[in-house]
Protein backbone atom coordinates (compact mmCIF):
# COMPACT_ATOMS: atom_id res chain seq x y z
CA UNK A 1 0.00 0.00 0.00
CA UNK A 2 1.50 2.88 -1.07
CA UNK A 3 0.23 5.12 1.62
CA UNK A 4 0.72 2.60 4.69
CA UNK A 5 3.57 4.67 5.85
CA UNK A 6 4.37 7.86 6.77
CA UNK A 7 7.00 8.78 4.48
CA UNK A 8 4.91 8.47 1.73
CA UNK A 9 2.02 10.82 2.68
CA UNK A 10 0.52 11.58 6.20
CA UNK A 11 -1.80 9.22 7.40
CA UNK A 12 -4.18 12.24 8.65
CA UNK A 13 -4.13 13.59 5.62
CA UNK A 14 -5.59 9.90 3.98
CA UNK A 15 -7.86 8.96 6.92
CA UNK A 16 -9.71 10.88 9.82
CA UNK A 17 -11.66 9.11 12.58
CA UNK A 18 -14.00 12.01 12.38
CA UNK A 19 -18.10 11.85 11.08
CA UNK A 20 -17.78 12.83 7.33
CA UNK A 21 -19.02 15.76 6.22
CA UNK A 22 -18.99 17.69 3.05
CA UNK A 23 -21.10 21.13 2.48
CA UNK A 24 -21.19 20.55 -1.06
CA UNK A 25 -23.73 17.98 -2.79
CA UNK A 26 -22.48 14.34 -1.90
CA UNK A 27 -21.46 13.73 -5.33
CA UNK A 28 -18.93 16.44 -5.74
CA UNK A 29 -17.55 15.41 -2.26
CA UNK A 30 -13.66 13.73 -2.89
CA UNK A 31 -13.60 10.88 -1.23
CA UNK A 32 -10.01 11.36 0.09
CA UNK A 33 -7.22 13.77 0.24
CA UNK A 34 -3.63 13.00 -0.73
CA UNK A 35 -2.32 15.52 1.05
CA UNK A 36 -2.21 18.01 -1.57
CA UNK A 37 -4.23 21.00 -1.72
CA UNK A 38 -6.64 21.25 -4.04
CA UNK A 39 -5.49 24.20 -5.60
CA UNK A 40 -2.05 22.98 -6.16
CA UNK A 41 -0.83 23.24 -9.87
CA UNK A 42 -1.23 19.96 -12.25
CA UNK A 43 3.16 20.57 -12.20
CA UNK A 44 3.03 19.80 -8.12
CA UNK A 45 0.88 16.96 -7.80
CA UNK A 46 2.54 14.99 -10.35
CA UNK A 47 5.79 16.05 -8.55
CA UNK A 48 3.92 14.54 -5.48
CA UNK A 49 2.73 11.43 -7.17
CA UNK A 50 6.98 10.97 -8.83
CA UNK A 51 8.13 11.26 -4.93
CA UNK A 52 5.52 8.59 -3.68
CA UNK A 53 6.80 6.38 -6.58
CA UNK A 54 10.20 7.05 -5.67
CA UNK A 55 10.09 5.96 -1.87
CA UNK A 56 8.09 2.83 -2.85
CA UNK A 57 11.24 1.76 -5.10
CA UNK A 58 13.74 2.33 -2.30
CA UNK A 59 11.26 0.58 -0.05
CA UNK A 60 11.02 -2.35 -2.51
CA UNK A 61 14.87 -2.23 -2.57
CA UNK A 62 15.39 -2.69 0.88
CA UNK A 63 13.30 -5.77 1.20
CA UNK A 64 14.93 -6.98 -1.65
CA UNK A 65 18.36 -6.19 0.12
CA UNK A 66 17.52 -7.71 3.11
CA UNK A 67 15.79 -10.87 2.45
CA UNK A 68 17.72 -14.09 1.29
CA UNK A 69 14.76 -15.20 -1.41
CA UNK A 70 13.38 -12.76 -4.49
CA UNK A 71 9.89 -11.07 -4.38
CA UNK A 72 7.37 -13.86 -4.67
CA UNK A 73 5.61 -11.57 -7.21
CA UNK A 74 9.07 -12.56 -9.57
CA UNK A 75 8.37 -16.47 -9.64
CA UNK A 76 7.42 -17.92 -12.53
CA UNK A 77 7.25 -21.64 -13.99
CA UNK A 78 4.64 -24.54 -14.38
CA UNK A 79 3.84 -26.87 -12.04
CA UNK A 80 0.85 -29.71 -10.95
CA UNK A 81 -0.38 -30.44 -7.59
CA UNK A 82 -2.31 -31.45 -4.93
CA UNK A 83 -3.47 -29.90 -1.42
CA UNK A 84 -6.09 -31.67 0.88
CA UNK A 85 -7.26 -29.97 4.27
CA UNK A 86 -9.10 -30.82 6.90
CA UNK A 87 -10.23 -28.74 9.88
CA UNK A 88 -11.86 -29.59 13.44
CA UNK A 89 -12.12 -27.62 16.79
CA UNK A 90 -10.91 -30.78 18.37
CA UNK A 91 -7.58 -31.57 15.74
CA UNK A 92 -7.33 -27.90 14.44
CA UNK A 93 -5.62 -27.91 10.89
CA UNK A 94 -4.64 -30.87 8.85
CA UNK A 95 -3.45 -31.03 5.30
CA UNK A 96 -1.48 -32.50 3.04
CA UNK A 97 0.08 -31.66 -0.24
CA UNK A 98 2.33 -32.26 -3.16
CA UNK A 99 3.66 -30.12 -6.00
CA UNK A 100 5.63 -30.91 -8.85
CA UNK A 101 7.12 -28.19 -11.01
CA UNK A 102 9.19 -27.63 -14.40
CA UNK A 103 11.11 -24.49 -15.43
CA UNK A 104 11.23 -22.73 -12.30
CA UNK A 105 12.63 -19.06 -12.69
CA UNK A 106 12.59 -17.37 -9.01
CA UNK A 107 14.53 -13.45 -9.68
CA UNK A 108 18.08 -14.93 -10.82
CA UNK A 109 17.51 -18.39 -9.26
CA UNK A 110 16.82 -21.32 -11.45
CA UNK A 111 15.44 -24.79 -11.51
CA UNK A 112 14.18 -27.36 -13.92
CA UNK A 113 12.61 -29.36 -11.52
CA UNK A 114 10.96 -28.65 -8.49
CA UNK A 115 9.37 -31.79 -5.89
CA UNK A 116 7.72 -30.86 -2.65
CA UNK A 117 5.89 -33.55 -0.91
CA UNK A 118 4.33 -33.25 2.89
CA UNK A 119 1.83 -32.49 5.78
CA UNK A 120 0.94 -29.97 7.96
CA UNK A 121 -0.11 -31.13 11.27
CA UNK A 122 -0.72 -29.56 14.66
CA UNK A 123 1.37 -26.57 14.03
CA UNK A 124 4.10 -29.17 12.66
CA UNK A 125 5.28 -28.52 8.77
CA UNK A 126 7.23 -31.91 7.46
CA UNK A 127 8.77 -31.84 4.02
CA UNK A 128 8.89 -35.42 2.55
CA UNK A 129 10.89 -34.16 0.75
CA UNK A 130 11.57 -30.77 -0.91
CA UNK A 131 13.57 -31.73 -3.80
CA UNK A 132 15.33 -28.96 -6.33
CA UNK A 133 17.07 -29.80 -9.90
CA UNK A 134 18.94 -27.60 -11.46
CA UNK A 135 21.05 -29.61 -14.49
CA UNK A 136 23.67 -31.37 -12.89
CA UNK A 137 22.91 -29.72 -9.65
CA UNK A 138 21.05 -31.09 -6.54
CA UNK A 139 19.39 -30.25 -3.73
CA UNK A 140 17.20 -32.45 -1.37
CA UNK A 141 15.60 -31.28 2.06
CA UNK A 142 13.59 -34.02 4.66
CA UNK A 143 12.55 -33.17 7.52
CA UNK A 144 9.93 -31.02 10.38
CA UNK A 145 9.83 -27.58 11.59
CA UNK A 146 6.94 -26.12 14.33
CA UNK A 147 7.65 -27.86 17.12
CA UNK A 148 9.19 -27.45 20.05
CA UNK A 149 11.96 -29.18 17.91
CA UNK A 150 13.48 -29.61 14.93
CA UNK A 151 14.91 -31.80 12.93
CA UNK A 152 16.03 -32.69 9.32
CA UNK A 153 18.52 -34.02 6.39
CA UNK A 154 19.89 -31.67 4.06
CA UNK A 155 22.10 -33.25 0.41
CA UNK A 156 23.80 -31.19 -1.92
CA UNK A 157 25.02 -32.18 -5.20
CA UNK A 158 27.25 -30.66 -7.22
CA UNK A 159 25.58 -27.09 -6.30
CA UNK A 160 27.68 -24.10 -7.44
CA UNK A 161 29.67 -21.95 -4.58
CA UNK A 162 28.10 -18.86 -6.29
CA UNK A 163 24.69 -20.43 -5.97
CA UNK A 164 25.24 -20.93 -2.35
CA UNK A 165 26.58 -17.38 -1.87
CA UNK A 166 22.84 -16.42 -2.04
CA UNK A 167 21.86 -18.16 0.96
CA UNK A 168 25.55 -17.97 2.91
CA UNK A 169 27.86 -15.03 3.47
CA UNK A 170 30.92 -16.37 2.69
CA UNK A 171 34.47 -14.42 2.09
CA UNK A 172 34.03 -12.19 -1.49
CA UNK A 173 37.45 -11.27 -1.43
CA UNK A 174 39.06 -14.53 -2.28
CA UNK A 175 36.36 -15.46 -5.14
CA UNK A 176 35.58 -18.74 -4.29
CA UNK A 177 34.68 -21.14 -7.15
CA UNK A 178 33.43 -24.50 -7.32
CA UNK A 179 30.85 -27.64 -6.50
CA UNK A 180 29.82 -28.49 -3.37
CA UNK A 181 28.85 -31.83 -1.91
CA UNK A 182 27.83 -32.46 1.12
CA UNK A 183 25.16 -33.89 3.62
CA UNK A 184 23.70 -32.13 7.10
CA UNK A 185 21.70 -32.87 9.81
CA UNK A 186 19.19 -30.44 10.93
CA UNK A 187 18.44 -30.14 14.75
CA UNK A 188 17.56 -28.01 18.14
CA UNK A 189 15.13 -25.61 18.12
CA UNK A 190 14.28 -22.34 17.03
CA UNK A 191 15.74 -20.75 19.33
CA UNK A 192 18.89 -22.62 19.29
CA UNK A 193 19.04 -24.36 15.45
CA UNK A 194 21.67 -26.94 15.28
CA UNK A 195 23.39 -28.39 12.26
CA UNK A 196 26.59 -30.86 11.55
CA UNK A 197 27.82 -32.18 8.21
CA UNK A 198 30.46 -32.95 5.86
CA UNK A 199 31.11 -31.31 2.59
CA UNK A 200 33.30 -31.30 -0.22
CA UNK A 201 34.20 -28.70 -2.75
CA UNK A 202 34.88 -30.26 -6.18
CA UNK A 203 36.84 -28.81 -8.89
CA UNK A 204 37.59 -25.72 -6.48
CA UNK A 205 39.47 -22.18 -7.40
CA UNK A 206 40.63 -19.20 -5.97
CA UNK A 207 40.58 -15.94 -7.74
CA UNK A 208 40.36 -18.65 -10.79
CA UNK A 209 43.37 -20.26 -9.94
CA UNK A 210 42.89 -23.99 -9.88
CA UNK A 211 42.86 -25.59 -6.29
CA UNK A 212 42.77 -29.26 -5.27
CA UNK A 213 39.28 -30.58 -4.20
CA UNK A 214 38.86 -30.38 -0.25
CA UNK A 215 36.65 -31.79 2.15
CA UNK A 216 35.71 -31.15 5.57
CA UNK A 217 33.46 -31.50 8.35
CA UNK A 218 31.24 -28.43 10.52
CA UNK A 219 29.17 -28.07 13.45
CA UNK A 220 26.53 -25.00 13.76
CA UNK A 221 25.85 -24.33 17.94
CA UNK A 222 24.56 -21.15 19.65
CA UNK A 223 24.73 -19.47 16.80
CA UNK A 224 28.28 -20.36 16.12
CA UNK A 225 29.93 -22.31 13.28
CA UNK A 226 32.58 -24.81 13.91
Known sequence: ?????????????????KPFSCSQSQSSCPLFSTGIPSDSSIDDRLRRISEIEALRRMEKKKR????????LATLQGYFDGSIDIASSPNTGVKSNFKFDGKNWRWGNLAADEFLTEGSFDNGILTLLP?????????????????????SGQLRLDK??????????????????????????????????????????????????????STQGSFSYNNSRFD
Open 1 to 17: NAFSDRQYAKADDLYQN
Open 64 to 71: QEASLLPE
Open 130 to 150: IRIKSEESLAAFSGSFGGETQ
Open 159 to 212: VPVELLQKFVKLPQEFGLGGKINGTATIAGSKENPQAKGDITVADGTIDRTSIQ
